[in-house]
């Protein structure tokens, strides 16, 4: 005991450390990648460990990803252009003349990973299920141009109750303004209601207590909802508003199917817990299945002998590792670990560059990086505040010098793209930035309170979080504390709002200025900010009903002025994609929505 | 009686106390003696550097300047924000001697006074006291530390904000001293398990022997027994264990930083330089190389001084030499 225990402390961690050492170094005299190419297995980076497989709740790009090779909506995608589509489930489709009524005809022998038949049935349940008020599904929004599925999805039962009665002459435009809270207090003890003549305020008040006397059952059925599976082969889709684009809309995985028969077999449809998506029980109906997940080693997908072009397939499955720091990914890559990296760190680049030219890829990309601000904390709930924080950054030199030119330095949130003209608005001037911290009670950063920078534990965000800081105390003299998350903390954290200023990207869903600008309204499960606009919301609405693309084009760019105008968030840069790919991947185009299909890569033997 | 007394002590300062014996024992280690030299240096360099030398602020940033090799502005030179990498390995030196000397100061007050209760009182008292310690034992001390410093990490910003608030203290002085208290109390307060199981046996050894007797037969009180006369007598034992903990308690601290969870962007320690360094080590070898040298170098000669210092103080061993 007197020989005491540090000097049995540093042994031991020699040990646990020459045994990584051993483990890493001894696996091969052939390289991962080389087992790989023989046994037709592509190793991807994925950046972080997933959280979910379930459509319906994944919600980070590594989620997505994995699913995009798991399952097959309506439509597919292209493997060369963001603005084609294919047929997928359904072999054709029918559009009204006003662009609102579609009809998709599902190819008839689709199966199921374990055999089923897939049916229109299955989109429907899946549609029910995300939209379902007790569901809480954070993309469910992404549905809302489905007829009904906002009201649905927000819980708004007198709109399905009263519009389902027959034969009475108010409509929901007219009841749309009546205070529909003060009326379910009154239930028991009714008044007349303005406007209505008696006949038809006893009806409301009558199907209201109804509907309570019944347990508010589930008014899935109504036919005010917009989704509607004809028969197993037949789904018809009304929309709310003409949108002659919907193709590319349904391309995102929250419009893909689920399937039924195993849903409510392993928890039923509200189950957030379930157990359907882990491996063993995951069924898809994808170019790939499910094999196995080794938590923070790797997910690996194996080749759908089920798919409807399984002889095309040439992978025969797909490994995603979660490597979340870019500078080990890189090294790992460069060690034969992997196929195709997630990113370069801006660091490497050069490095990268000049080591390898020709497996290195900068592609454009529909991302926006920039700080989400809680705008109900003080002091970030003054205006003028978050204001002076974005006029003191100077976004030329961060993307100069920090992100060491793989990027644009952002002058709006929203990039181009599109035929969308961003509006110019954010500049750098510290001149003004201190005179508006002052004019916010804090000259000279005098008393600014404590507040603190969320960030990942990404290396990139952290130099940018530390440039970021460096900038904020020189020009406006305040002190900002970093605080880094694992990835699953980190959106915790972000979802409940538990945080000050917090560093995120979101790259698009679909190509239109519309997947950035929506996420700033009221009803978007990822604002996060706590700001919205009734204006804004107006806006919004307008440019969704406009068909006309360079008039829907100006309104959301009136959008982006006001919501700028505001700042919610700070935009910093729209980057680039910078990766590193073996010269054996082939059909691995540039893609600015990132959806590659990987069902159509495959891995050329290299003559040696 | 005063006559004996007196006799005795003139015969302790004409013979070789052990304090002057170990001392000579430790001069004649060379290792030891070199180890004391480097990390003198070190710690002065690490403290006074900044005082003395004119030098840039550690969090200076230099956009223009990012990653240069060293050169006669940057010795070691600039990070990847364009910082400069000798200013910072100074100052993060600083934090991780403070982080080191302060936890095991916190580990040597709770761990002594432990053992030496626990050993004193004996029985029941002894045995629960000792079952404590071994359910702590057999927690596992990393993910221990992580719970209770991301436990303390609230109550520790409140405590911040108050601190600025009633003392005008600026926010970046307070903030980064205030981040590293969660790790202090962390690891100080489970770091003492085994210091007390060895305070503890030394006092059961000790507690039986003629002095305590007398000390107890003149009617002293157990805590004057305990302090004065049992504590002093394991000054050696103590001595040693921390001169040999305190390297542990910064590699933890490392540990910790490398973890995410210690010291806080843009105020670095060594284990955060390390881990930028390493991420970086293709790019800047030198972002690595120069944190990882100081690092080790003290780690090293801590534990050689702690090798000396056993040896110099534990009689027993003496005489095998």
Not at chain 1, 303 to 323: C, H, M, Q, T, W
Not at chain 2, 222 to 232: D, E, N, R, S
């Amino acid at each position: 005991m007197r020989r005491n225990a540090n000097k049995l402390f540093s042994p031991i961690i020699l040990g646990i450390l020459s045994l990584f050492c051993f483990v890493f170094n001894s696996c091969d005299r052939q390289s991962s990648v080389e087992k790989a190419d023989k046994e037709d297995i592509l190793l991807v980076g994925n950046n972080s460990e997933i959280q979910s497989l379930d459509p319906h709740i994944a919600s980070s790009v590594a989620d997505f990803k994995v699913i995009h090779s798991l399952f097959e909506g309506l439509l597919r995608g292209d493997n060369e252009r963001d603005d084609l589509y294919h047929p997928g489930v359904a072999s054709r489709w029918e559009m009204s003349d006003d662009a609102r009524e579609w009809t998709f005809y599902l190819n008839s022998n689709i199966k199921w990973s374990d055999g089923k038949n897939l049916t229109a049935y299955d989109f429907e349940y899946a549609y029910h299920r995300l939209l379902h008020p007790q569901f809480g599904g954070r993309y469910a929004d992404m549905l809302y141009v489905i007829k009904g599925a906002e009201q649905y999805n927000k819980n708004n039962r007198p709109y399905f109750l009263l519009s389902d009665i027959p034969n009475v002459s108010f409509d929901w435009a007219t009841l749309r303004d009546l205070d529909w809270d003060k009326i379910e207090k009154h239930l028991d003890d009714p008044y007349k209601i303005e406007g209505l003549s008696d006949k038809e305020s006893d009806l409301i008040w009558a199907t209201l207590r109804a509907d309570r006397d019944q347990g508010y059952p589930d008014l899935w059925g109504s036919s005010s909802i917009g989704v509607k599976a004809v028969d197993a082969h037949t789904l018809k889709l009304t929309l709310n508003d003409p949108m002659p684009q919907l193709p590319l809309l349904i391309l995102h995985c929250t419009w893909f199917p689920v399937p039924k028969h195993v849903i409510e077999d392993q928890g039923g449809m509200l189950s957030r817990a379930g157990k359907w998506s882990k491996p063993g029980s995951l069924v898809s109906n994808g170019p790939f299945v499910l094999k196995e997940h080794q938590f923070n080693n790797y997910l690996e997908v194996r080749k759908n002998p089920l798919y409807r072009l399984a002889d095309e397939i040439s992978l025969n499955g797909v490994r995603f590792l979660p490597i979340v720091n870019g500078f080990t990914e890189t090294r790992m890559f460069f060690d034969n670990k992997l196929h195709i990296t997630n990113n370069v760190p801006p660091e490497m680049i050069g490095y990268a560059k000049s080591k390898s030219p020709l497996e290195f890829c900068e592609d454009d990309y529909y991302v926006s990086i920039f700080y989400r601000i809680n705008t109900q904390k003080a002091p970030l709930n003054d205006e003028k505040v978050r204001k002076a924080l974005s006029l003191a950054i100077d976004r030329d030199s961060l993307v100069k010098d920090v992100v060491r030119g793989a990027g644009t330095a952002s002058f709006g949130f929203t990039p181009c793209g599109a035929g969308y003209e961003t509006p110019h608005q954010i500049t750098f001037n510290p001149q003004l930035a201190r005179q508006l911290l002052a004019e916010a009670g804090y000259p000279e950063g005098k008393g600014f309170p404590a507040i603190e920078l969320l960030t990942t534990s990404r290396e990139v965000q952290k130099t940018m979080a530390e440039a970021i800081q460096g900038m904020w105390k020189k020009h406006l003299n305040i002190h900002i504390d970093i605080r880094s998350c694992e990835w699953t903390a980190y959106k915790q954290a972000q979802n409940s709002m538990n945080y000050d200023l917090c560093s995120s990207s979101w790259s698009g869903d679909y190509f239109d200025p519309l997947t950035f600008l929506d996420l700033w309204t009221k009803i978007s499960g990822n604002n996060n900010t706590g700001w919205s606009h009734p204006d804004y919301e107006a806006l919004i609405a307008r440019a969704k009903s406009t068909v006309k693309l360079e008039d829907r084009m100006k309104v959301l760019a009136e959008a982006e002025s006001l919501m700028l105008s505001q700042m919610p968030v700070l935009p910093l840069y729209w980057s680039k994609r910078v990766y590193l790919k073996k010269p054996q991947v082939r059909h691995w185009n540039p893609l600015l929505l990132d959806n590659h299909l990987i069902e159509k890569v495959s891995l050329q033997e290299q003559s040696k | 009686m005063a006559k004996s007394s007196s006799m005795n002590t003139s015969d302790i300062v004409k013979g070789s106390s052990l304090t002057k014996d170990a001392f000579r024992r430790l001069r004649n280690n060379k290792m030891s003696l070199a180890s004391t030299i480097i990390l003198l240096a070190i710690i002065l360099i690490c403290f006074l550097g900044p005082l003395l030398l004119p030098l840039a602020h550690p969090n200076h940033q230099d956009l223009t300047n990012i990653a240069a090799s060293p050169s006669f502005a940057h010795p070691f030179g600039t990070d990847q924000l364009g910082r400069d990498l000798f200013v910072r390995v100074l100052y993060g030196g600083r934090i991780s001697l403070l982080v080191g000397a302060v936890a095991t100061c916190v580990s040597l007050i709770i761990g002594v006074t432990y053992g030496l209760i626990s050993g004193y009182v004996g029985g029941k008292a002894d045995a629960v006291l000792m079952r404590i310690v071994d359910v702590l034992f057999a927690l596992p001390f990393i993910v221990l530390v992580i719970v209770f410093s991301l436990s303390i990490e609230e109550p520790s910003r409140v405590a911040t904000q108050w601190i600025v608030e009633t003392f005008g203290l600026p926010l970046e002085t307070v903030s980064p001293i205030m981040s590293l208290i969660p790790l202090f109390i962390a690891i100080g307060a489970l770091g003492w398990l085994t210091l007390a199981r060895i305070v503890r046996t030394q006092t059961i050894e000790l507690k039986n022997q003629e002095f305590v007797e007398a000390a107890r037969s003149l009617g002293l009180g157990w805590a004057t027994i305990l302090f004065k006369h049992i504590a002093p007598n394991l000054l050696g034992v103590v001595i040693v264990y921390t001169t040999l903990a305190v390297p542990g308690i910064m590699l933890l601290e490392a540990v910790l930083s490398f973890l995410g969870l210690g010291v806080r962007a843009p105020n670095s320690s060594w284990g955060t330089l390390i881990k930028e360094g390493a991420d970086r080590m293709e790019v800047s070898p030198e972002l690595l190389l120069f944190p990882a040298l100081l690092f080790s170098l003290t780690l090293l000669s801590l534990n050689f001084l702690g090798d000396g210092l056993r040896d110099a103080l534990d009689p027993k061993s003496s005489k095998k030499q």
